[in-house]
């Protein structure tokens, strides 16, 4: 998943979208385009962000997001769960060949899971803890899906409100707005 990190290269994917549509755009215009995506006033502005949050120097230590990876067992299920109830949107899907296990990656909103059907991946029955804003009106849209296998709760802990899932295939998701 790009961040703003990858403006540059967002503005060159938007100049080439736009233009197999018949819309040429200047390069420094996709990069306003950009930097208004990201809620920034201006291309200057975004700019100063990459700079201030660039790592200093070789050989410093960063870390980007974790992604984890889930164990599922049964595709169909797995996409009610996290496209349907969830509302996850469907990035991509690999499989070696036909008839072989699948691997894909689900986002939503900054948050990137990726689902295995390969026994190696990972274990059933993994537990990931999310950390998020919103927390209320995410828990009123999953109750608004009536989905019939889970009414999770809102509760309140001493670090913040969670609701806690968990998919078909026993995997635990713990979403957490601090306090």
């Not at 990137?112 to 190696?120: A, K, M, P, V, W």
């Not at 999310?130 to 802990?157: C, Q, W």
Request: charged share 25%.
């Amino acid at each position: 998943m790009r961040t703003f990190h990858d403006a540059k290269a967002m503005a060159k994917s938007l100049r080439q979208a736009l233009a197999a549509k018949d819309i040429e755009i200047s390069h420094s215009d996709g990069l306003e385009l950009v930097a208004a995506g990201f809620g920034l006033d201006n291309w200057n502005v975004l700019a100063a962000k990459i700079a201030s949050d660039t790592p200093a120097g070789k050989g410093a230590i960063s870390f980007g997001p974790a992604n984890p990876i889930l164990r599922i067992f049964d595709v169909d299920k797995a996409k009610e769960f996290y496209l349907d109830y969830l509302g996850f949107s469907l990035d991509w899907e690999h499989r070696f060949e036909e008839n072989t296990p699948l691997y894909c990656q689900v986002t939503r909103s900054g948050l990137t899971l990726h689902l295995s059907e390969h026994s190696g991946d990972a274990s059933p029955g993994a537990r990931v803890f999310v950390r998020m804003t919103g927390i209320e009106a995410f828990h009123k849209e999953l109750h608004s899906r009536n989905y019939r296998f889970m009414k999770p709760g809102l509760e309140d802990a001493p670090w913040g409100r969670e609701v806690h899932v968990i998919d078909p295939f026993s995997n635990r998701i713990s979403f957490c707005e601090d306090k």
